[in-house]
Nanobody, 122 residues
């Protein structure tokens, strides 16, 4: 069982940066693939980035590639999402997720946080 709590969201101007954090509880954190998803009002939840259990492999969605970076610290049970060059279309609730497969699909992730709001103003 893993519990996830996101933090670091907020209001930022276009072109700015934010760093989201996800704190995980549970002894098995280092065995889980971790991911970030986002959901804007009226839209489906969208894949942002994922990272393998050892941190060696990452994947990012096309809309954030080159701007967002996912990382993890297994010693601290933490996952991060560094977001640079933010755009108004990045505005969404961002969710941390834990699962067993390095996947871009929502259904591959078993554990979810409550989400943190990111708003990018133009």
């Amino acid at each position: 069982q893993v519990q996830l709590v996101e933090s670091g969201g907020g209001l930022v101007q276009a072109g700015g940066s934010l760093r989201l954090s996800c704190a995980a509880s549970g002894r098995s954190f280092s065995s889980y693939v971790m991911g970030w998803f986002r959901q804007a009002p009226g839209r489906e939840r969208e894949f942002v980035a994922t990272i393998s259990s050892n941190g060696y492999i990452t994947r990012s969605g096309d809309s954030v590639k080159g701007r967002f970076t996912i990382s993890r610290d297994n010693a601290k049970n933490m996952v991060y999402l560094q977001m640079n060059s933010l755009k108004p279309e990045d505005t969404a609730v961002y969710y941390c997720a834990g699962g067993g497969a390095l996947s871009v699909t929502v259904t591959a992730y078993r554990y979810w946080g409550q989400g943190t709001q990111v708003t990018v103003s133009s």
